[in-house]
Every structure is written in C-alpha cells, then in structure tokens.
C-alpha cells in the first residue's frame, strides 16, 4: 500500500506529465496555423497580374503630317499614301468629295490615270479598279513630300532627308539613272513606298502609292 505522501507524490508527477504533453499539443498545433497562413499569401503574390493593352506609338514616317492637310492646293504634300486630303484606296467618287475638286474620268477599268480638272493641280493620280493606287509628280512640278524632296534635289539630298530609309537600283531606261526608294519602318505601313526617279545625279521625278502599282515601271503601260 502507497503511503499518503507517496500517492501525493504519485499524483503530482502524473499532472506534470499531462501538462507537457499537452503544451507540447499545443505547440504543434500552432506550428501548422502559421504554415497554412502563409500559403494563401504565397498564391496572391504569385498569381498573374492585369494586363494592361498597350498603346501603338504614334507613326513617324511621311504619312504623319498628311492628316493636317484638310484641302487639296497648289501646294499640297506628298507622302507615301495621299496628296493633300487625297488618299491611296479611295474611289473616285470619295477622292473628288475630300478633294472638293472635280476629277477626271478613268479611261480604262483596270489601270488609267486621271488628275483634278484646271491647271493648278500638277500632279497625276493612277487609278485600278477604280481606287487610287499612286500618285505621281513629274516634269516642272514644284509639289514637295512632306518631308521637302522636290523634283531637282540631288541623289544626296534624298538620302539625307530619309537616312537608313533609302534603297538605290538602277533604273530601267537611263544608263546613268537610279530608282531611290523610301520604305517606312512602320509595319503598318509597310505596303506603301515613295519612288524617287534620277538621271544618276537629280530627282527627274517621284511617286508615292501602294505596291505593286507605285513600283510599275511603265505605268499603266
């Protein structure tokens, strides 16, 4: 038989033994908690962000300036796809209506050229399928691009008004002439070129279209 101290003895070291165990419960159970509350938070931080859309950057090539060109003039700019408020893929119909100008009339479907009615208009425009294709700048014409290359300026000044930009071939029909082509670098833009004409030392003529009709040789011939 336990004696009365040796039962208190007993009983004390058995409580002791319950309260570690269960502080050492306790403990654990804890340690799990703040495991699982760091997961929720790893998942929000690794989950995908809104994408935001981007915004095209405003084009830089010789078209930029021809949207502030409301009315066809005397003076009015060439770029690589319109002439003043004309623009390459209108109708004729649409042409003469953001002209303000009575055109001529295409002679032939598939390929004519025509130009506004009067003689303060020096310029043609080609028509297929009765859109505008290109438009062209020849003989005495003192219309300009937009960037300022005009029939006269030397091979040089065309290379330094469109550095990295121009690309020299011989021309068809004069020995010592050269094609001088302008390609944007804007791949929205990428089927439209400006074609300056030279005798090997001057710009005789330009022309800014669509391809392939602003790169025909001939013409409509």
Do not use: F, V, W, Y
């Given at each position: 038989m336990l004696s009365s101290r040796q039962s208190t003895l007993l009983l004390f070291s058995l409580a002791s033994t319950i309260l570690c165990l269960g502080a050492c419960a306790s403990g654990g159970v804890s340690v799990a908690e703040s495991s699982e509350s760091v997961q929720p938070a790893a998942t929000q931080v690794t989950s995908s962000p809104t994408q935001t859309p981007s915004i095209a950057p405003e084009s830089k090539s010789?078209?930029?300036?021809?949207?502030?060109?409301?009315?066809?003039?005397?003076?009015?700019?060439?770029?690589?796809?319109?002439?003043?408020?004309?623009?390459v893929g209108m109708s004729v119909a649409q042409a003469e209506a953001a002209a303000g100008v009575k055109l001529t009339r295409p002679d032939n479907r598939e390929c004519s050229y025509i130009r506004p009615q009067g003689s303060n208009y020096d310029f043609l425009m080609m028509v297929t399928n009765n859109r505008i294709a290109r438009i062209d700048v020849r003989g005495k014409s003192r219309i300009t691009t937009i960037s300022g290359a005009r029939i006269g300026d030397t091979e040089s000044k065309i290379k330094s008004l469109y550095p990295g930009q121009i690309t020299v071939t011989p021309h068809k029909y004069q020995p010592k002439g050269h094609y001088l082509i302008f390609t944007p670098k804007d791949r929205n833009e990428a089927n439209y070129r400006i074609v300056f004409e030279t005798d090997g030392t001057r710009v005789t003529s330009f022309r800014g279209g669509k391809r392939p009709e602003v790169e025909w040789v001939e013409g409509c011939s």
């Open positions: 010789e078209n930029t300036s021809a949207k502030q060109q409301a009315k066809l003039t005397a003076q009015s700019k060439l770029s690589i796809n319109s002439i003043g408020p004309i623009r």
